[in-house]
């Protein structure tokens, strides 16, 4: 099974940026059919927040739309995610996973990301 390495959480100021790397091991990236980043606040349920498909196709959660950017490189079997004017409410713990046909049951230990002033 692929296993992913998430990194490159922190404490950022509001409306600043960071970008989140996803490392996959154990198989590759480009024949999964769809990559996401999903992400979990203390107290509420895990969600996704964007994936990206096997022909570079992109979506995102209403919450996120027009400031965070999921990308992936093939040659590395990482998957990215740029995420800028960043707000408190994105505090959370960062995960990646497949998104299709269905989340891997194995999560990483995800990175956390906390906006704060």
């Known amino acids: 099974q692929v296993q992913f390495v998430e990194s490159g959480g922190g404490l950022v100021q509001p409306g600043g940026s960071l970008r989140l790397s996803c490392a996959a091991s154990?198989?590759?990236?480009?024949?999964?059919?769809?990559m996401g980043w999903y992400r979990q606040a203390p107290g509420k349920q895990r969600e996704r927040v964007a994936f990206i498909d096997m022909l570079g196709s992109t979506n995102y959660a209403d919450s996120v739309k027009g400031r965070f950017t999921i990308s992936r490189d093939i040659a590395s079997n990482t998957v990215y995610l740029q995420m800028n004017s960043l707000k408190p409410e994105d505090t959370a713990v960062y995960y990646c996973n497949r998104v299709l046909p269905f989340p891997y049951a194995y999560w990483g230990q995800g990175t956390q990301v906390t906006v704060s002033s």
């Open positions: 154990g198989g590759r990236i480009a024949s999964i059919t769809a």
